[in-house]
């Protein structure tokens, strides 16, 4: 029986991650603020929280993330920048999941195939931006895939089958997108997270450090 570790479990696309986890027969770990009080951007936290779990995971999923951080909205402009914005953002978009890819290395098997895998979005890409907004937001998920990346070089040294990667879900039917739902196609979470969990079965060794969308299409950085 595989074991799956869902972080940020009590939120829209984790909870509906570790469901379909738990329905094709995996073991599922599910934390969160909600239920663990476990705080991704709180050093100590992590590693109360994480540093007490035992055993190894054959996926870690990291489905935390967030738009709208401290009432800072996305920018429309470079003019609407604000310092706090901009911290807000990669304190709950970039270190946290960070610091959970820190810990949590000491849960993948050494001798067989595993995957840690990291909510990331479209817009974090630079070569793919062309429409400009965003700006912390954008930042921080381009932030967080190169995390991923360097992770996922120095994970292969001593772990051969472990896959590393950012996953681009698509714009799914939660809270977090309902204010912009009518300008994009939307997905219910439990179809999201069926796609993402195709996904990530059908992902190779060699395929790691890189970043997919929800059909297993790679997205340039």
Request: glycine letters at 12%.
């Amino acid at each position: 029986m595989a074991r799956t570790l869902v972080i940020g479990a009590s939120g829209g696309i984790g909870s509906a991650v570790a469901s379909a986890a738990t329905e094709r027969g995996d073991e599922v770990t599910g934390l969160s603020r909600r239920g663990d009080g476990l705080d991704i951007t709180d050093p100590d936290s992590v590693d109360r929280i994480i540093g007490g779990l035992s055993g190894t995971f054959d996926l870690v999923f990291v489905a935390t993330g967030a738009l709208v951080v401290d009432g800072y909205q996305p920018e429309k402009s470079v003019r609407a920048l604000e310092a706090e914005g901009l911290v807000g953002q990669f304190r709950v978009n970039t270190i946290g999941p960070a610091l959970i890819l820190k810990h949590v290395l000491k849960l993948l098997p050494r001798d067989r195939r595993s995957v840690f895998a990291a909510l990331s979005a479209r817009v974090g890409s630079i070569g793919d931006n062309r429409l400009g907004g965003w700006h912390s937001y954008r930042a921080s998920k381009a932030a967080l895939n190169q995390i991923v990346h360097g992770a996922a070089i120095e994970v292969a040294r001593t772990h051969k089958q472990a896959v590393c990667v950012c996953l681009h879900p698509g714009t799914v039917e939660t809270r977090f997108t309902a204010e912009y739902a009518d300008r994009h196609d939307t997905v219910p979470a439990d179809e999201a997270a069926a796609n993402l969990l195709n996904v990530i079965e059908g992902l190779e060794p060699d395929q790691t450090g890189k970043f997919f969308d929800y059909a297993g299409r790679e997205i340039p950085w």
